[in-house]
């Protein structure tokens, strides 16, 4: 990183994210923050044309089961625990005016 994180960048990122920060925090952010972009600015130098590209760092597996067809619910299971119905549908509050 060629140019330092200023107090007024900090300040306008405060302001942006409308924080108030005393003029400790101020200075603390300006030295951290500084500190954060300049390991970023490091990582930036690495040759990264060898690697692919990656999803997530961790080789994950799949925990859902298949998606296999099986019996749903009979019209009577399915409305078994419904508040209110007609035998065939459920029944719910009209929610549009004059219906």
């Known amino acids: 990183m060629t140019e330092r994180l200023t107090r007024d960048d900090v300040l306008k990122v405060a302001r942006l994210a409308r924080l108030k920060l005393s003029e400790a925090e101020?200075?603390?952010f300006t030295?951290?923050?500084g500190?954060?972009?300049e390991y970023i600015s490091l990582l930036g130098q690495l040759d990264t044309d060898e690697i692919e590209p990656l999803a997530h760092a961790a080789d994950l597996v799949d925990v859902f089961r298949e998606d296999?067809?099986?019996e749903s619910l009979s019209r009577e299971q399915?409305?078994?625990n419904a508040?209110?119905?007609d035998g065939a549908y459920f029944m719910v509050p009209p929610i549009l005016p004059g219906t």
């Open 31 to 33: 030295e951290q923050l």
């Open 35 to 37: 500190q954060v972009l």
């Open 68 to 70: 296999e067809p099986r």
């Open 83 to 85: 508040p209110s119905s």
């Open 26 to 28: 101020v200075e603390a």
């Open 78 to 80: 399915a409305l078994a």
